[in-house]
């Protein structure tokens, strides 16, 4: 098995510590400064990537700025998401200048995450990062990264205080998808989360209406599809350190008519097996090639596996591609796991 990321990222795991107010005073000053900023989420954007770019998209093109909002790909953002565009600021990746004035990276964990525009990061005159991923490297020259945060929407609305820009219902709806989703529908949640939340709301967003277009609307043939992915979930009881690996594959012959949303919600079912502290989902994305999404319930840091195969995200959900046999990639995973360092039970 090979991973396709470099594998200069793999074990350089630097924690974000918390955003200081030095940090969004930086952030803003650079963004007050720019007429023209070029905001891209991480390749196959979720709602915190995307929301997040979105949101505060719409805050500069209302303070009259030149704003473009692109990812690497896939060409299209999530059907799920695009209603969030309310100005028309996404562009295909082929948009974004070969040498964008202010480049801001959103919600994107490394480097390889922004695939075919992470070359933007050396062309750009001046580039911010700002993430809530553990395992972020800081690529980039500037940084607002803050692993505590909830989501990078949350880093977001911090930044926007800083600036002074006004909440209105569009921003929030935006910065509402990343929190919601991020926060598993604020399972994770400490008080602030709600206090977050309650200042989206006060600025419009119809918490209902929002959710089920993002979370709880999939087409009938999902159902199917479920019947057949979750039939051939697999149990490994010894696996990860003892404490319980279970497993499925999505292959490609599952997915005909189905969007990106349907098969990401797989891992969310998978994961509720009471005999599994780690849920793994290979989704087959191409011939021989799988992107593999990793959750844990509270004890092991799979941030780290996903980080030893070349891939990133969070302690309890991360993500890695690889290519090669399924087999072969489930060995590997196997072994990554069984070297994944333990979570402190109050950790989390
Ligand atoms: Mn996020």
Not at 61 to 68: A, F
Not at 137 to 162: Q, S, W
Not at 259 to 279: F, H, M
Not at 323 to 328: E, F, P, Q, S, Y
Request: charged share 20%.
């Amino acid at each position: 098995m090979t991973s396709r990321y470099a594998a200069a990222e793999a074990g350089r795991r630097t924690e974000w510590g918390d955003c200081c107010a030095d940090g969004f005073a930086a952030a803003a000053a650079l963004l007050r400064a720019a007429d023209d900023v070029t905001l891209l989420a991480h390749v196959n954007p979720d709602a915190d990537a995307l929301g997040s770019a979105l949101g505060l998209g719409l805050a500069l093109h209302g303070c009259g700025k030149t704003v473009r909002v692109s990812f690497g790909e896939p060409l299209h953002a999530p059907e799920s998401l695009a209603a969030l565009d309310v100005a028309g600021l996404i562009v295909p990746a082929s948009q974004v200048p070969r040498a964008p004035r202010l480049l801001v990276a959103l919600d994107t964990g490394n480097l390889a995450r922004l695939g075919p525009l992470g070359d933007r990061v050396a062309t750009a005159d001046a580039g911010l990062v700002s993430d809530h991923h553990v395992s972020n490297p800081r690529f980039g020259k500037h940084h607002l990264g803050d692993a505590k945060a909830e989501a990078t929407a949350v880093i977001v609305l911090r930044l926007l205080d800083e600036l002074g820009i006004p909440l209105d219902t569009d921003i929030a709806r935006c910065l509402y998808a990343g929190l919601v989703t991020d926060t598993r529908c604020f399972r994770i949640a400490r008080p602030a989360t709600h206090a977050y939340a309650a200042r989206l709301l006060s600025a419009g967003v119809r918490a209902e209406i929002e959710t089920r277009t993002l979370m709880d609307t999939h087409p009938f043939g999902w159902l199917g599809m479920l019947a057949d992915v979750l039939g051939r979930a697999e149990l490994e009881p010894q696996a990860a350190r003892g404490l319980g690996l279970v497993h499925t594959r999505v292959l490609g012959s599952d997915v005909h008519g189905m969007r990106t949303e349907e098969v990401e919600s797989v891992v969310d079912l998978v994961r509720t097996s009471a005999e599994a502290e780690v849920a793994a989902v290979l989704k087959e994305v191409g011939q021989g090639e799988w992107s593999v999404s990793l959750r844990a319930k509270q004890r092991l840091d799979v941030g780290a596996a996903a980080t030893a195969l070349g891939g990133g995200g969070h302690r309890l959900a991360s993500g890695f591609t690889a290519t090669g046999r399924a087999d072969d990639v489930l060995a590997a995973l196997r072994t990554a796991l069984d070297t994944a360092p333990l979570l402190d039970p109050g950790q989390y």
